[in-house]
């Protein structure tokens, strides 16, 4: 049981350039998460997910599209990568966040330059 | 949560000590609650949660005490080991949310 993977685990990019972030959970969650986390600050939601087919907007969307094809994966997408965005990202998924909470991957590691 | 820039609030105790880490919630209305311990270069995991309708629950060696008057949670450890060294952090969720909230963090440092 692997539960939440994240690749890739770094990745050094141009401004400019784009990515995709993908995470793949195997606990059949509902629920997934993508979150950043810049130093001395807690987790901010990117965007999330309440099952296939389904994204929404947390806190700080702007720069970022997402997408939920299949049940077991969540794709984060730049676009057009700029310094601001370099961060340690983090995706999670929960089966249900009103009884459970969040299993986290082990980030990914991003630098814009 | 409050942001408190680039500098961590850090707790430093004596191996063997208890730890007690703080965190202030924002929402009164919030009726579920986790700490959560983040580990250098790793995800965050779940330590212990408690509901609005507890004020207390142990698990192994952490305590969670919730304190809804004055919107407080706090995370006790006892016999900290050097394996608690790790940043910690608070999460709410508002009684009609599904997202949870999470605080800045407290970085727990412990002294051989």
């Known amino acids: 049981n692997a539960g939440v993977t994240q690749t890739p685990k770094f990745r050094v990019l141009k401004t400019g350039q784009s990515m995709t972030l993908l995470c793949a959970q195997d606990?059949?969650?509902?629920?997934m998460y993508w979150y950043r986390q810049d130093p001395g600050m807690g987790l901010r939601l990117i965007h999330y997910s309440v099952g296939e087919g389904t994204t929404a907007k947390g806190e700080v969307p702007d720069g970022y599209n997402v997408s939920r094809l299949k049940k077991q994966n969540f794709l984060l997408g730049l676009e057009s990568a700029a310094p601001s965005q370099t961060s340690v990202y983090f995706c999670?998924?929960?089966?249900?966040?009103?009884?459970?909470?969040?299993?986290f991957g082990s980030g990914t590691r991003l630098t814009v330059v | 949560g409050e942001s408190v820039g680039l500098h961590l609030p850090t707790l430093s105790v004596q191996e063997g000590d208890n730890s007690i880490i703080n965190c202030a919630y924002s929402?009164?209305?919030?009726?579920?609650f986790i700490w959560y311990k983040q580990e250098s270069g790793k995800g965050p995991q779940f330590i212990i949660d408690?509901?609005?309708?507890?004020d207390k629950r142990q698990g192994q060696r952490v305590t969670v005490l919730l304190n809804k008057t004055v919107k407080h949670l706090s995370l006790q450890i006892a016999a900290t080991q050097p394996g608690d060294s790790a940043v910690y952090f608070c999460?709410?969720?508002?009684?009609?949310?599904?997202?949870?909230?999470f605080g800045p963090g407290t970085r727990l440092s412990v002294l051989p």
């Open positions: 929402n009164s209305a919030s009726d579920y």
């Open positions: 999670a998924s929960s089966y249900s966040p009103r009884t459970y909470g969040y299993t």
């Open positions: 999460a709410e969720r508002g009684a009609y949310g599904q997202n949870f909230v």
């Open positions: 606990m059949n969650h509902e629920y």
């Open positions: 408690i509901r609005s309708n507890m």
